[in-house]
């Protein structure tokens, strides 16, 4: 008696999911055989660029790049509103590739991706020496840089460094050393400075201490693509490349000859970035 009375509202409940079913299924259908979907799908290979993978080279890895192609629901919705199939009213939306540098935090990154016309200035910065001639000439300018800062000297500089919230700022270390305690500390710092999380470590070369203890927090590291000691002007016009990550030493050369650097780095077409936009992914990077 109890089954009978059972049966007919389950009976009730599947007729009800299989009309749900059903009508969703003849929406599509309709829509598929509408002019303006069918357009809109035609126009797919026109629009559709694959994402690229990053690539891993045994401990290194170079950035990929996200892909585009047409969201067909939302291109269609739009143009279902305005009557009538329009090009200039498609909507896209990124593809991500399989392999991506957020999947691989215990990589060393080595450049961006060689597609991107940019290249990013690092510094490090851990001594006042020279230090205020930098500041002074990239608050003169609308330059983009990177500089990684040593946490002590940066607790020791909070209120010189805030003036350079336009640039992307990293932590370098703590006091030239990688106890995590420390480092995190100067991590948090920066972030309740900034507003944004760090994402960087720098490492010269193939430092594991870094890598390790960089990896464990979630922050890539880069060994850059150029790392110029002497003669900055010189060594960058014979070495520059597409989304080079270029490092400079805090000297009195380097000071003298940033204005030169700066001029010849975007008269060859280059776009000067920080690590952030030279090392993105996003489609539109």
Known sequence: MKLKKLIKPLSAIVLLLFSFYYTDKVVDIIREKDP????????????QIESVDAKVIG????????????????????????????????????????????????????????????VALVFKINELNNFQDLSDLLLSTNIKTTLFIDGLFLENNTEEITKLLNQELEILSYDNKYDELYFTSALNYLSSLTKKEPKFCYAEYDQKEVLELCSKL??????????????PYKTIKGKLNNSAIISLPLTNQTIRELPLIIDYITQKGYTLSTLDELLSENFDK
């Open 218 to 231: 979630h922050l890539h590291t880069i060994i850059p693509t150029i790392r110029v000691t002497t003669s």
């Open 59 to 118: 401990d290194n890895i170079i950035p990929g790049k996200n892909g585009k192609e047409i969201d067909y629901e939302k291109s269609y919705t739009k143009m279902k509103q305005y009557g009538m199939y329009n090009e200039a009213l498609t909507i896209f939306k990124e593809t991500t590739p399989t392999i991506s540098i957020d999947d691989y935090y215990d990589k060393y990154i080595i450049q961006g991706n060689t597609d991107n016309k940019q």
């Open 36 to 47: 303006i979907m069918q357009q809109i799908r035609l126009s797919s290979e026109k629009y």
